[in-house]
């Protein structure tokens, strides 16, 4: 339509927005008292949090529908405002959740929510990130905070527990989700730095080569001897490091 061309204004030739739905509601959780929102309100609101790595969740932007008692069943807490979702690095403070200190966090969790947890699949996820041009950070972020929660949730932590390894507890020092993004950076940055597997790439293109022209030795193996050591000495495939570097594999060492 010729009122939505701003092609002299934005680099997209139209405006470009959000398109968001009202939801009616009673008042915003900053003016009631947290302890009369129902644990399965709260656990559901945090466990989102947890797996976006919501930097800015206030109770401001936590609307409570049927806050009065409108026959709902009970107030329902309706999660608004995610610019602060999706971080390129999994920095979060502890100010950053307001429902951090809310007593239904110790609660445990029920079959249903840890049935969910469980059946979340991060590769999926990572699919649906990449289909919609999310950076690759802001994709690996989400994985890692989700394979932390379900690990947590698995091992029997509550999620205040969870969000206490994942959430700095002092501005000035990491958590423990940072450090372990930080040392599975390194282990990665490590192996492609390694010349031992520079060469294993190297050896398995030239393979890779004679397969494709089809100068295979009629009686030969096409692998050339392994280089920097023999069989018994070799490196193992390239990608069963990258499976073992990954931050998923670093993850799973909890």
Not at 2 to 28: E, I
């Amino acid at each position: 339509h010729p009122q939505w061309d701003f092609s002299g204004l934005s680099s997209y030739g139209a405006k470009v927005g959000s398109l968001q739905q009202w939801v009616a509601h009673a008042d915003v959780a900053s003016n009631f008292g947290a302890s009369t929102f129902p644990v399965a309100e709260v656990h559901k609101l945090a466990a989102l949090d947890l797996r976006l790595l919501n930097t800015d969740r206030n109770d401001a932007n936590v609307l409570v529908v049927d806050g009065g008692g409108g026959g709902g069943g009970g107030p329902k807490l309706v999660p608004i405002d995610h610019g602060g979702c999706l971080p390129l690095r999994p920095q979060v403070a502890w100010f950053g959740w307001c429902w951090l200190e809310w007593p239904q966090l110790s609660s445990p969790l029920s079959p249903e929510l840890k049935a969910y947890v469980a059946s979340l699949d991060v590769d999926a996820e990572a699919r649906l990130f990449a289909r919609h041009a999310l950076p690759a950070a802001a994709a690996r972020v989400s994985r890692c905070a989700t394979r932390l929660l379900q690990l947590g949730v698995a091992a029997g932590l509550n999620l205040r527990e969870v969000a206490r390894l994942m959430c700095r507890e002092d501005e000035e020092r990491e958590s423990e989700l940072e450090k372990l993004w930080e040392h599975a950076t390194r282990l990665a940055l490590s192996m492609q730095r390694n010349p031992r597997l520079a060469a294993e790439r190297r050896e398995r293109s030239s393979n890779n080569a004679e397969r494709n022209s089809g100068d295979a030795e009629p009686n030969g193996d096409l692998r050339s001897p392994p280089r920097g050591g023999g069989a018994a000495g070799g490196v193992p495939p390239v990608a069963g490091l990258k499976r073992c570097f990954s931050e998923s594999a670093a993850l799973s060492t909890l």
